[in-house]
């Protein structure tokens, strides 16, 4: 996923989420013993998700603190701290479902390394990897670049999006659901997933904006950004049109909560 600053030359994070086909996830069972719910299983999992009926994510003091240009070491805190606020918001929400919940891992890499979902995509500037649940995070020159809070919020908060998929069962279903699909069928479900991922990243950012800040102008300017230019570093269309990554934004953030995020349902011409 791309996102970019409010400056008239915006510099370009992106993101993608890796998994390991087939099933390599929780398998849904009775969890009665434990007073949690069985985890859903197959379309019910993505299209029926408890998490669509937990209301707003809750309102962060999220002190993320700033990003100097070029530093990787205030760069490093601020992907930190962002994770931890992250960690916090969905535990929460993660209690209203019943749902078991666990912390991703976080592993910050000066170069593009090999992971065991694969190799790092050379267009992503991150991602999350579901067989060992670890977000990975690019320290670059170029990610350095960009010193803009709001940008690298709406990145990380999408790549934690994929893991909140992982344990909602969502991913599960798109693994099993593109083993030895064709290209199309592979296609369109890549794209709802990372659309939601989009959606579910805005979602958290709305409940921060207050304090990372999140300005009016500056937000709008974000998903104008996207509109536009989403798309561009992914030529098979895995991600979504700019158009629509930049909807499933602006539903994230203006619901401030996951029920707004349910792309699994969602008409074919707003998943393109």
């Known amino acids: 996923m791309e996102t970019a600053n409010a400056s008239t030359s915006p510099d370009v994070v992106t993101s993608v989420s890796q998994q390991v086909t087939p099933l390599t996830g929780t398998t849904p069972g009775s969890t009665a013993a434990t007073g949690r719910r069985a985890l859903p299983g197959g379309r019910t999992a993505a299209t029926s998700s408890p998490l669509y009926r937990t209301?707003?994510?809750?309102?962060?003091?999220?002190?993320?603190?700033?990003?100097?240009?070029?530093?990787?070491a205030s760069y490093r805190i601020f992907v930190q701290r962002m994770v931890n606020c992250l960690n916090r918001a969905w535990k929460t929400q993660f209690r209203k479902t019943k749902l078991a919940f666990s912390h991703p891992k976080l592993r910050f890499s000066t170069t593009k390394?090999?992971?065991?979902?694969?190799?790092?995509?050379?267009?992503?500037g991150g991602l999350y990897c579901s067989s060992n649940r670890t977000i990975y995070i690019g320290v670059t020159r170029e990610v350095l670049k960009n010193p803009y809070p709001a940008n690298h919020a709406q990145f990380i908060a999408h790549e934690y999006g994929h893991h909140v998929q992982q344990l909602a069962g969502i991913m599960d279903y798109y693994a099993t659901s593109v083993w030895r699909a064709?290209?199309?069928?592979?296609?369109?479900?890549?794209?709802?997933?990372?659309?939601?991922?989009?959606?579910?990243?805005?979602?958290?950012?709305?409940?921060?904006a207050g304090n990372l800040p999140v300005e009016q102008a500056q937000w709008e300017a974000m998903v104008s950004w996207v509109s536009a230019n989403g798309h561009k570093n992914w030529p098979k269309n895995d991600h979504g049109k700019g158009r629509s990554?930049?909807?499933?934004?602006?539903?994230?953030?203006?619901?401030?909560?996951?029920?707004?995020?349910?792309?699994w349902t969602a008409p074919t011409g707003r998943v393109a």
Do not use: H
């Open 55 to 72: 209301g707003t994510l809750p309102t962060m003091n999220c002190q993320a603190g700033q990003i100097r240009a070029g530093s990787a």
């Open 182 to 208: 064709k290209s199309a069928t592979k296609l369109a479900f890549s794209r709802r997933l990372e659309l939601q991922a989009d959606c579910l990243g805005s979602a958290f950012l709305r409940q921060i």
């Open 245 to 263: 990554q930049a909807y499933w934004m602006e539903r994230g953030f203006n619901s401030g909560s996951p029920s707004g995020c349910n792309t």
């Open 113 to 124: 390394v090999n992971t065991p979902c694969g190799r790092w995509p050379s267009s992503a």
